[in-house]
């Protein structure tokens, strides 16, 4: 007596794409992360043995600001992010939204600092090295912004996962808004309540700032699911 075989189970296509061998232009994508990692975290190591080698490095003042804090955030998510795909043919959704926040954190930096500091003269006598600032506030920003544009095997990201993006700022703005408050050391001018325009103005810039990071993270997001076949299913925590 012979019975039929039991149907195959359907396997999630994402699932099935994380376990295939990653292709030559994921493989190179991989190194390419790990090498910008390596460059962020260069920079961050040179500017730290510069201030040191003149008497001028204060850990709580560097390790405060924002970009400094997210460029470390980067430079894990890059490293971690180059292993993977030099093992996956697709990215696990935890590191996309992950990916899609610090994107937003770098882009914001670069612009924020483009705009906004750039000009400004240098706390004291002491200037740093030029190199490391271009480095954490254009290269690295651009090149981020490059791998969210190009590499490949990123999954499509639900839109609610855009307020994932804002749990970091607006923790560090809670951190910069209560130190200045009690210390009287503001971390950027636009913070600083005792500026022209006091806190209106600092609201304002405040709000702005959050506005173009969830307009970075809607855009990344929206980048994610171009090309996405109708119907195609995703992961459960992207429904």
Known sequence: MSSAAPAEAPIDSLTARQTDRPTPVRRTVGVLRIVLALVVLAAIVTQISDELLHDAFDPAAYFGYFTIQSSLMNVVVLAVGGVLALRLA????????????????????????????????????????????????????????????????????AWKRIWFALIYPL????????????????????????????????????????????????GAIGLSRLGRREGTRLAPDLA
């Open 90 to 157: 697709a990215e696990p959704e935890l590191l996309a939204r992950v990916r899609m926040s610090t994107l937003s954190y770098a882009v914001i930096t670069g612009v924020v600092y483009n705009l906004l500091l750039r000009n400004l003269p240098a706390d004291g006598s002491y200037v740093g090295i030029s190199w490391p600032n271009e480095v954490l506030h254009v290269w690295a920003p651009a090149l981020i912004l490059l791998d969210w544009l190009l590499a490949p095997g990123r999954p499509a990201l």
């Open 171 to 218: 923790t560090w703005l809670a951190y910069a808004l209560l130190r200045g408050t009690f210390t009287d050391w503001w971390t950027y001018p636009f913070l600083n309540p005792g500026e022209p325009g006091g806190w209106p103005s600092v609201l304002l810039y405040i709000l702005v700032i959050a506005a173009v990071i969830i307009g970075i993270s809607a």
